[in-house]
């Protein structure tokens, strides 16, 4: 019995520059997505008070989507290089991003900004295929936004 289990093939990520539109951004020939982690911010609350030495933690209020990475086929110097070499650049901007992806209420789409902050080829083993990952780091709310038509 699978319970309710979610298949992950299928999952698209779509990377525009902010504003664009964002359905003719969709990454091609993607191997593996990596999530979007959301951290919660904590500040030190211990004291020479605190019971038996142990650190105390308050929340500060802040939270933030963790980087993460997408490894894609590679072809160097394809218009998709080309562009992630560009948004990587010290001038590169604002990415638009986003996820589709099977939820609770069937395929969601989570959206979110994010900037280019690595691209690059992976490894060349003898056996295999040329693969390249980017990482995004993002700004701003993560938030799932129901079913996608």
Known sequence: ???????TFGTKIFVVAAGGDIETGAVAK????????????????TSHDSAGGWEEVIP??????????IQVEYIANDAFDQAMIAACAPDGGLQDVEIHEYGAAGYIKTPL??????????????????TASFTLTPTGPMDAKGAVT
């Open 30 to 45: 993607v191997i593996n997505v990596g999530k979007p982690k959301i951290t919660r911010g904590m500040q030190d609350a």
């Open 60 to 69: 500060d209020g802040t939270a933030k989507v963790e980087p993460f990475t």
């Open 1 to 7: 019995m699978t319970g309710n289990a979610k298949k």
């Open 113 to 130: 900004s994010a900037y280019v902050s690595d691209y690059g080829p992976d490894d060349a083993p003898v056996k295999g295929k040329q």
